[in-house]
């Protein structure tokens, strides 16, 4: 995707926009009386609803090959990056273009080949080819350990123009802000774990692609790293899953990330793919498959999950180098409702 300026006019409107920006949380809906929705409420249809009708608005989507730029922000242990990079090097593994690569099903590949059927106004698909480009480390959280929506943009700032080792500002890349558990975001674990939008040239000085992912285990792990912390509200004395690479927070953090780079590869500049009249509060691909993981999700069910036979972990995809991980399924164009490679019922 070409980069874009945009005039001061555009700017001004724009800046209106960041408190706006997409958001997620993957614990369990409540009902309209405020209870969680019960187990038989499949939320696989929802997206063929008269209230919820996905929709493509004539924007691009992101056909070039996807280059992710991780910037960690705050202190990092060396494991904690190791999974996060393996997730992002399984969406498209080295062998993949016949097949995925020799990792067994279902894929974390598999799984973005339902990300891959959408397509821009040229019949030009998401890209199949997804790389982990250069990193950017702020261990000492340069801008402080409290931040506004708006910061975010300037911690990308801060990555592309650093004195040493810039990010490069990639005309295919995407910028992935990544807190560890000690910084606080704006709105984090109170309505969103994620979010993603296109940073303002009046802050960055150019229109990139950027999303942002928080870790919440010290905070509100049952809120953004759901099933592996369980909300008090969800009764029935239901367990949480055990994370699939032993840690509650990264492996939530893991299905949030797949979550925003399916909707910023769909939706990058909020005038693509997504429901709702109202670009700035969209429903997006991902957004329409909340909390389902497996055949039969929905409510406060995960659907059917995998699970380990020597750890006893729960998940849905493999990964490169025998990592395992659970991620959320994403609406499916094509079949009009919410699909993964895992489902027992294609």
């Not at 920006?21 to 009902?31: E, T």
């Not at 989507?61 to 996807?66: E, G, R």
């Not at 560890?180 to 975001?185: D, G, I, K, Q």
């Not at 389902?292 to 995960?302: P, Q």
Request: hydrophobic share 40%; with cysteine; glycine share 12%.
């Amino acid at each position: 995707m070409a980069m874009h300026r945009f005039s001061l006019c555009c700017v001004v409107l724009l800046v209106l926009a960041p408190l706006a920006a997409v958001a997620w949380r993957p614990w369990p809906p409540r009902n309209g009386s405020g209870e969680v929705e019960g187990i038989g409420a499949s939320k696989k249809f929802e997206g063929s609803s008269d209230f919820v009708k996905l929709q493509y608005h004539m924007g691009p989507v992101l056909a070039a090959d996807i280059t992710v730029h991780p910037i960690w922000y705050g202190r990092w242990p060396a494991e904690q990056k190791r999974t996060i990079r393996a997730f992002l090097r399984s969406l498209s593994p080295p062998g993949s273009g016949s097949g995925d690569g020799g990792i067994p099903s279902p894929s974390v590949a598999a799984w973005w080949r339902t990300v891959r059927l959408y397509t821009d106004q040229t019949s030009a698909n998401v890209s199949g080819v997804v790389r982990l480009g250069r990193e950017k480390c702020d261990a000492r959280a340069s801008r402080g350990g409290r931040l506004t929506r708006l910061d975010i943009q300037s911690v990308v700032r801060d990555a592309v123009t650093a004195r040493t080792r810039p990010l490069p500002v990639d005309s295919s890349g995407v910028y992935l802000v990544l807190t560890s558990p000690e910084v606080v975001v704006e709105n984090f674990c109170g309505q969103v774990c994620g979010f993603h939008y296109f940073t303002f040239p009046s802050v960055v000085g150019y229109t990139l692609p950027y999303a942002w992912v928080g870790n919440s285990a010290a905070r509100c792990p049952e809120v953004c790293a759901y099933p592996f912390a369980i909300p008090s509200y969800v009764g029935g004395g239901r367990r949480a899953e055990a994370p699939p690479n032993g840690d509650v927070g990264v492996d939530g953090m893991v299905s949030v990330i797949a979550h925003e780079l399916a909707e910023l590869a769909s939706n990058p500049l909020a005038n693509a793919w997504y429901a709702g009249e109202d670009p700035s509060f969209p429903t997006e691909i991902a957004d329409l498959c909340e909390g389902i993981y497996g055949t039969g999700g929905g409510g406060a069910y995960t659907g059917q999950l995998l699970t380990d036979g020597r750890s006893g972990a729960s998940y849905n995809v493999n990964g490169v180098g025998g990592r395992k991980f659970l991620v959320q399924w994403v609406w499916n164009p094509i079949l009009s409702y919410c699909s993964g490679p895992n489902a027992l019922d294609q």
